[in-house]
């Protein structure tokens, strides 16, 4: 195997339910030490996605595609026993919501042991201490391993999951960000603490967030989802610094700015319309109702990834405009202030 | 100039714990002021206890002068319309099962203020300064999106014709590309109608944009005012 071949390889993966696509066809790769953020609105597909990377679908899901890890193992259709095998070692979960990663009833040091001991088959006292290293290592102290979740603080709390999620070394964590993560410093925080394992153990981390302004802070790349489809991808500053789907730049264009622009007062530049419900028919660019730019082959045909820039900065646009684009793509939606 | 609201010393407890501990502030008309602080620190029970949507166990509230704490449930039910608090939850703070114009006209029949003959143009009127148009009025608040359901709630409040909103998280569940389109008409209806906002937030990136002055708290306390 090649040291470039990416640790997670997605095709063309596509999730529907009674025949309403919600994941309309995404393909990325995920390298090894590769901190990857998954970005868009709420209903975007996310979390789906963010799923399907560990062969976790709702169970009335229709997935089609692949996900395939480095060596070759499919996840799409894998067998519940083949992705058992994988869940803790190869990939893992940190779901934001700590309280479902968690057991009421067992003290979290006792937790993190079980998982080590079922993923290392080591002694129950190895595991222990293994359990009382790994939480010692997310900033738990020793003297916590015996509190119930409940006894700990929310910021505790995340640490203990972030610590059962990494005990078994796995290649891949993904770590999904609901959308109403109410304290921003408490989602800080876990980033901080997932990127710092992350580099420690070379390991990729896949972050689900529907805020755009966290990325550049947490993230080497960017995918941005619109309506399940891919807008733009590419490495995290450029695609913030300069966006190039209309989506991604209206979207950053009406965060509020940094300093205060004379002679706009308070408005900001607002995209209008809302993103389409899901399962609404797909016919042409789902941005397109919404689109300064759009034109009638918009409206007719789903614009496919094609790349920008130099190919090393593996950078990509869906949009059929993407060669023809004006400069300052944000002053589009000024307009509409 | 003249404070709208006046909260001073404000003390709310649940059981023995302390949950809002001897704070102070002031909003004057058509000024903002941001309260900030970190999940669980007492922004909502201070603006629940300043709304007196919940008796403060300290403290006083004066609302355009007058004290309201001591007030008989009877003297504020003819104050309440004039501070109007808006969630965060859109779908939350509409009955499910009422068509968004009757939700809106809901605080004109309420206050006895209906007329069958001019009723409905107030309530296209509400709608129409909050961006809905009259097949919106029609729908039920799961029918429309988050953004939309956002104006209706705001449109619902407006037709009280408050002095003072008390926002509580008004943006914080919208997408993020509708979210600056209500901020845009909270800015609008603040600037054309003199509104005082309590504005309740944990952007702090959104709170330097949009606040004239923020409380910063802490532990049930005021840590900080600017
Ligand atoms: N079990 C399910 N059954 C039917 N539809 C579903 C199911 N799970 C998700 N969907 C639909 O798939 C679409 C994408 O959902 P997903 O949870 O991936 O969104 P997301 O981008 O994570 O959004 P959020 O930011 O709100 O978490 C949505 O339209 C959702 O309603
Ligand atoms: S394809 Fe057309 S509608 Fe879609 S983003 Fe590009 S210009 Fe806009
Ligand atoms: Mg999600």
């Known amino acids: 195997m090649s040291a470039d071949e990416p640790l997670l390889s997605v095709r063309d993966l596509r999730i529907s339910f009674d025949g309403a696509e919600a994941v309309r066809g995404l393909s990325f790769d995920v390298h090894a030490g590769e901190v990857l953020a998954l970005a868009g609105e709420s209903g975007a597909g996310k979390s ?30 894998a067998k519940p026993r083949t992705l058992a095998a994988l869940w803790g070692r190869r990939v893992a979960l940190v779901p934001q919501d700590a309280l479902s990663a968690l057991s009421p009833v067992h003290p979290v040091g006792d937790q993190i042991a079980a998982a080590v001991r079922s993923l290392r088959g080591v002694s129950r006292r190895e595991a222990r201490a293994r359990a009382a290293a790994a939480l010692d290592r997310v900033g738990v102290p020793a003297a916590r391993c015996g509190a119930y979740p409940h006894e700990l603080s929310g910021g505790m709390r995340q640490r203990a999951v972030v610590a059962l999620a990494t005990a078994g070394d796995p290649d891949l964590v993904v770590a999904d960000e609901p959308t109403t993560a109410l304290d921003p410093d408490l989602r800080d925080q876990v980033l901080r603490l997932l990127a710092e394992r992350q580099e420690e153990t070379g390991a990729a981390l896949v972050l689900v967030t529907h805020d755009l302004a966290a990325v550049r802070d947490h993230a080497d790349r960017v995918l941005v989802l619109y309506a399940g489809r891919h807008a733009e991808s590419g490495p995290a500053a450029p695609v913030l610094d300069h966006p190039r789907a209309p989506y991604t730049a209206g979207l950053l264009a009406s965060l509020p700015p940094a300093a205060p622009v004379p002679g706009r007062g308070r408005r900001l530049p607002a995209i209008g319309g809302v993103p389409p419900a899901p399962g609404e028919p797909a016919v042409g660019c789902a941005f397109a109702p919404r689109c300064p730019l759009a034109e009638d082959r918009c409206r007719a045909d789903v614009p496919g990834p094609r790349r920008v820039g130099a190919a090393a900065e593996r950078r990509e646009v869906s949009c059929h405009r993407s060669a023809d684009l004006p400069g300052a793509l944000g002053e589009l939606f000024r307009e509409a202030v | 100039m003249n404070a709208l609201l006046e909260v001073r010393d404000l003390v709310v407890r649940y059981g023995a714990a302390l949950a809002v501990d001897h704070v102070s502030f002031e909003v004057r008309a058509g000024e903002t002021l941001a309260l900030v602080g970190p999940s669980g620190c007492g922004k909502s029970s201070t603006a629940a206890a300043a709304l007196l949507l919940r008796r403060p166990d300290g403290g006083e509230v004066r609302f355009e002068g007058r004290e309201l704490t001591r007030l008989p449930e009877r003297d504020l039910r003819a104050l309440r319309p004039a501070m109007q608090p808006v969630f965060q939850d859109p779908y939350g703070s509409l009955s499910p099962r009422q068509r968004i114009r009757d939700a809106v006209a809901e605080p004109l029949r309420v206050q006895g203020r209906w007329d069958a003959a001019t009723g409905p143009a107030r309530v296209a009127e509400l709608l ?95 840590v900080r005012v600017s």
Do not use: K, W
């Open chain 1, 48 to 77: 789906l996605t963010a799923r399907a990377l560990l062969g976790l679908v709702p169970r009335d899901a229709v997935v089609r595609g692949t996900v395939r890890l480095r060596g070759g193992t499919e996840l799409v259709g």
């Open chain 2, 128 to 222: 129409a300064r909050v961006g809905l148009d009259a097949a919106h009025g029609l729908r039920r608040p799961h029918e429309l999106s988050g953004g939309q359901c956002q104006r209706a709630g705001i449109a619902r409040a407006l037709a009280s014709e408050p002095r003072l909103l008390v926002l509580d998280e008004p943006v914080s569940a919208l997408d993020p590309s509708v979210r600056a389109g209500v901020l845009n008409l909270l800015a609008e209806l603040q600037e054309t109608l003199g509104l005082g906002y309590l504005f309740i937030c944990h952007d702090m990136a959104l709170v330097r944009h949009f606040a004239d002055r923020t409380a910063e708290m802490r532990d049930g306390r005021l």
